[in-house]
T-cell receptor
Framework: NAGVTQTPKFRVLKTGQSMTLLCAQD?????MYWYRQDPGMGLRLIHY???????AKGEVPDGYNVSRLKKQNFLLGLESAAPSQTSVYFCASSLRDRRNEQFFGPGTRLTVL | AQSVTQLDSQVPVFEEAPVELRCNYSSSVSVYLFWYVQYPNQGLQLLLK??????LVESINGFEAEFNKSQTSFHLRKPSVHISDTAEYFC?????????????FGTGTLLAVQP
């Protein structure tokens, strides 16, 4: 099992550019999450999904969109990147019956200039 | 709503010394509590959890945490640390009963073990 994987690992964008971060999990987990991690702020939930075709807003959803077309994939999109979106982004997944035990990917470090 | 406070942003300690990383939570309902560890340039890994039952929980690598309801704390301890324990540690809380999947994380404590 690869667990939770994220692509890309690093990315530099210019303000106004768009990009999509891909998260994939091979554990057949129903729930998937996107977090951002900023110094001194811990992890904050951006969006999450409780199943294929469904998504919901987390704590800091503005400026991001997500899609869950397949159970194993959860995409995070930035339509018009801003410097405030410079962060490390983590994807996580969990089983529905053990939803609080989340498994994390290795992260994507995004810099917006 | 739940919240988590990790009082120390960084804890320096010498190898083989004991350590305690502090975590306090606030909640008006029952909670589940977690400690996650993040090694350099990696994602978070679940270290240990309290869901119910015994208030003292242990990890496989010698860490333990005790749920103290009266003090609303879930401090993480290890009697003798190793260089390889250097990492950032995050305390997290969620509402008990499995009704929600949303974890609330603290701001993290960097454990820096020195030789």
């Amino acid at each position: 099992n690869a667990g939770v994987t994220q692509t890309p690992k690093f990315r530099v964008l210019k303000t106004g550019q768009s990009m999509t971060l891909l998260c994939a999990q091979d554990m057949n987990h129903e729930y998937m999450y996107w977090y951002r991690q900023d110094p001194g702020m811990g992890l904050r939930l951006i969006h999450y999904s409780v199943g294929e075709g469904t998504t919901a807003k987390g704590e800091v959803p503005d400026g991001y969109n997500v899609s869950r077309l397949k159970k194993q994939n959860f995409l995070l999109g930035l339509e018009s990147a801003a410097p405030s979106q410079t962060s490390v982004y983590f994807c996580a997944s969990s089983l529905r019956d053990r939803r609080n035990e989340q498994f994390f990917g290795p992260g994507t470090r995004l810099t917006v200039l | 709503a739940q919240s988590v406070t990790q009082l120390d942003s960084q804890v320096p300690v010498f190898e083989e010394a004991p350590v305690e990383l502090r975590c306090n939570y606030s909640s008006s309902v029952s909670v589940y509590l977690f400690w996650y560890v993040q090694y350099p340039n990696q994602g978070l890994q679940l270290l240990l959890k309290y869901l119910s039952g015994s208030t003292l929980v242990e990890s496989i690598n010698g860490f333990e945490a005790e749920f103290n309801k009266s003090q609303t704390s879930f401090h993480l301890r290890k009697p003798s640390v190793h260089i390889s324990d250097t990492a950032e540690y995050f305390c997290a809380v969620t509402r008990g009963g499995g009704a929600t999947n949303k974890l609330i994380f603290g701001t993290g404590t960097l454990l820096a073990v020195q030789p």
